[in-house]
């Protein structure tokens, strides 16, 4: 069985940065997809950003220019780096992963548990 495990969350003020890291580990077959996506509070859940090893990507609309996510084929690991982060990009983070080549997030299998980013002063 996969496990997904994400870090990185916090608080960090308005314009600031946060990395956050995932880990695919365990099963049998290859991890090939691995990404984001966020729910804020009273909002719908939305593609932050998904990388397959292929080196395939896609970027949510909110995340475009500020985030960039980078994977580590080896390690089936995956990090997002925010930068010039709003008080709206508050949000539990979720990292999910597949053994399919797919940039469509929702369909993934394994999910980790989420880790809150809150922006804020």
């Known amino acids: 069985q996969v496990q997904v495990v994400e870090s990185g969350g916090g608080l960090v003020e308005p314009g600031g940065s946060l990395t956050l890291s995932c880990a695919a580990s365990?099963?049998?077959?290859?991890?090939?997809?691995m990404g984001w996506y966020r729910q804020g509070p009273g909002k719908q859940r939305e593609l932050v950003a998904v990388?397959?090893?292929?080196?395939?990507?896609k970027y949510g609309d909110s995340a475009k220019g500020r985030f960039t996510i980078s994977r580590d084929n080896a390690k089936n690991t995956v990090t997002l780096q925010m930068s010039s982060l709003k008080p709206e990009d508050t949000a539990v983070y979720y990292c999910g992963a597949d053994h399919a080549y797919t940039l469509e997030i929702f369909e993934y299998e394994y999910w980790g548990q989420g880790t809150q980013v809150t922006v804020s002063y």
């Open positions: 365990g099963g049998r077959f290859a991890i090939n997809s």
């Open positions: 990388v397959t090893s292929g080196g395939s990507w």
